[in-house]
T-cell receptor
């Protein structure tokens, strides 16, 4: 059974650019959550999608957005990148919305120069 | 507001020693999860505790849950270097039909040879 797949694994952007990250959940999982992890702020919840609907949202500015497709794959987008957006972005999938065991992808490491 | 607190935040211990990581939470949830993160890697699920008094063991790690005290412990027995990682606990809480999933701050464990 394939795990959670995130692409790209690494990317470098400059300030002001935008970035799109992709996450393919485990087959059959309808919930996808996104987290930002930085050394200073730890693991912070961005948002969660279940059956193409955003169910929960963390405390991030509107530059951070996401969506989920009918096949449960999810994308998150960050516009007008800032240096502070440099982080490891983790995607997790689960069977149900916001409950149960989470299965994480390897993450996308974003560096903003 | 649901809060999840771990202590200690940092733990340096000698190989062969025993120690316990504590996870306190503020909700009445009876579901608690433990995850492990190796440096530069993603999170992987360690334990899923779904009821009061639940105890799970895997190798040198044992997790337990006391929902009355709102406390979970992760006990390390005879630590080895391979256990060096950051350990996160997480709780999910149902609020008016939707769930929120909250991670603790993490405990960075370093096992010294």
């Amino acid at each position: 059974k394939a795990g959670v797949t995130q692409t790209p694994r690494y990317l470098i952007k400059t300030r002001g650019q935008q970035v799109t990250l992709s996450c393919s959940p485990i087959s059959g999982h309808r919930s996808v959550s996104w987290y930002q992890q930085t050394p200073g702020q730890g693991l912070q919840f961005l948002f969660e999608y279940f059956s193409e609907t955003q169910r929960n949202k963390g405390n991030f500015p509107g530059r951070f957005s996401g969506r989920q497709f009918s096949n449960s794959r999810s994308e998150m987008n960050v516009s007008t990148l800032e240096l502070g957006d440099s982080a490891l972005y983790l995607c997790a999938s689960s069977l149900r919305s916001s409950t149960g065991e989470l299965f994480f992808g390897e993450g996308s490491r974003l560096t903003v120069l | 507001e649901l809060k999840v607190e771990q202590n200690p935040l940092f733990l340096s211990m000698q190989e062969g020693k025993n120690y316990t990581i504590y996870c306190n939470y503020s909700t009445t949830s009876d579901r608690l999860y433990w995850y492990r993160q190796d440096p530069g890697k993603s999170l992987e699920s360690l334990f899923v505790l779904l009821s009061n008094g639940a105890v799970k063991q895997e190798g040198r790690l044992m997790a337990s849950l006391d929902t009355k005290a709102r406390l979970s412990t992760l006990h390390i027995t005879a630590a080895v270097h391979d256990l060096s990682a950051t350990y996160f606990c997480a709780v999910d809480e149902e609020v008016r039909g939707t769930y929120k999933y909250i991670f603790g701050t993490g405990t960075r464990l370093k096992v010294l040879a």
